[in-house]
């Protein structure tokens, strides 16, 4: 019996991150220096994606991400009910309403089908989610959303690193804008952080301003007739923006962490391999899948009990034993403040309340030692589930 706690997720931090962020911190510059700017070029470098805006968290990416879609009060925005409140919270922080659409049961990613059920008049933009790092049908939802000129915002926040036919997620090939968060648990981390990734520079300059109150000292975009007579000092509040700015020692953290991403999800994935091949002749389990045309970032790893059986007593039994296992997600629609506001009750996604009753998340990350991956299966298969 081990005795140390083993998280479902943990951050791989080395000397040299830490390194790179003392150096900031001694520098002259500890935000909005030239750190901002270089993580954001290695962000697009690595995906493919033009600009990229870095922010303080994903949910401030997100909640940009929805105000340059132009959602407003009155207009609905699709997204998955199987995600961290903060995707549908993004919605509402400008006034829309979150329209939940069913998921697919093997992905568990969001389904095009059940998308287009859901477009009406009102219908703005899709969020769909790559969902434990297994990229959505992102071809087919943006067609759907060019039939309907809807905006697309990727929720990539479980898919740095993953791969959707032939291209990065984040290369905003089939979609508007894409969203990485740098939290602890997903794929790299700067502690707290975000970013925006677009191919469109009208949303990139819009994102930019609102990233920092609104202001702009650009001289070339000023609109009043002040600039006129005024001298260096001026600056212009042209929208209502917010400080939604990441450090520089974040970002140091950020581009030295995005080197080793390739090699973080090596490992994921070796993990990911071990724990298949030790569950895939166990009848209790529907083992995660990982579609051909894709690569998963294999941010979380989960098994879901075929008949629902006793998964409650199993994961009392794992933390009991020191595993922190986990469940991905209580669905949004579900949560006290949607039911009151929103009168979404059981029976709106009928595949994914399937889903969430089967599903519970087990330890993985890129430092987790042979012992404890051992000790997670041998723990889980021992547990009697009848
Ligand atoms: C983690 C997460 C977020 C929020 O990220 P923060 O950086 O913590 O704000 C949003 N959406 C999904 C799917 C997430 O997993």
Redesign the pocket.
Known sequence: MSNKFIPYGHQYIEKDDIDEVLKVLRSDWITQGPKVKEFEDVLCKYTGAKYAVCVC??????HLACIVAGINIGDEVITPPI??V??ANSIIYCGGTPVFADIQADTVNVDPVEIKKKINKKTKAIIP?HFAGHPCDLEEIYEIAGKHNLVVIE?A??ALGAEYRGSKIGSCKYSDMT?F???P??LITTG???AILTNRKDLYEKLLILRNHGITKDKSKLISVNKLTDGDWYYEMQDLGFNYRLTDFQCAMGINQLKKLDSFIKKRKEIVDIYNSAFSNNNNFILPIERPEIKSAWHIYYLRLINNQNRLGLFNYLRKKNIGCQIHYILVYFQPYYTRKFGYGGGLCPKAEKYYKQTITIPLFPGMKEADVSYVINSIKEFEYE
């Open positions: 968290n994903a949910t401030a990416a997100l995600t961290f903060a995707t989610v929720d926040s479980h969203v968060s740098f939290h648990v997903k707290e952080g975000g």
